[in-house]
């Protein structure tokens, strides 16, 4: 299996921008079909952000965050990365890394298998 680890959220104003990262315990990302990247704001349903197929570097967005945010992998390293600018008010939720073992569709949180502890993004207006 694999274990995951994220960082680099925190609290930033409008049109800013962070990066997060996410870093495999234990066994590498190269062990997974694909990585990806889901929100959770209070009281909402989580969504699908972001997603990168590890073998091929194929990358998916939700509608939401594209043309904004940028997924990306270093395979040296082991750890995925979500780079977000143009940040909005309405981007602000729990931020997790996911790995899926299986191939298949990557925009729904069901067909992954492993999940981060999640790292807190707050965009202030």
């Known amino acids: 299996q694999v274990q995951l680890v994220e960082s680099g959220g925190g609290l930033v104003q409008a049109g800013g921008s962070l990066r997060l990262s996410c870093a495999a315990s234990?066994?590498?990302?190269?062990?997974?079909?694909?990585m990806g990247w889901f929100r959770q704001a209070p009281g909402k349903e989580r969504e699908f952000v972001a997603a990168?197929?590890?073998?091929?570097?194929?990358?998916y967005y939700s509608d939401s965050v594209k043309g904004r945010f940028t997924i990306s992998r270093d395979n040296a390293k082991n750890t995925v990365y979500l780079q977000m600018s143009a940040l909005k008010p309405e981007d602000t939720a729990v931020y997790y890394c996911?790995?899926?073992?299986?191939?298949?569709?990557?925009?729904?949180?069901?067909?992954?298998?492993?999940w981060g502890q999640g790292t807190q993004v707050t965009v202030s207006s």
């Open positions: 996911a790995a899926k073992r299986r191939v298949g569709p990557v925009r729904t949180a069901n067909t992954y298998d492993y």
């Open positions: 990168i197929i590890w073998s091929t570097g194929n990358t």
């Open positions: 234990g066994r590498t990302f190269s062990s997974s079909y694909a």
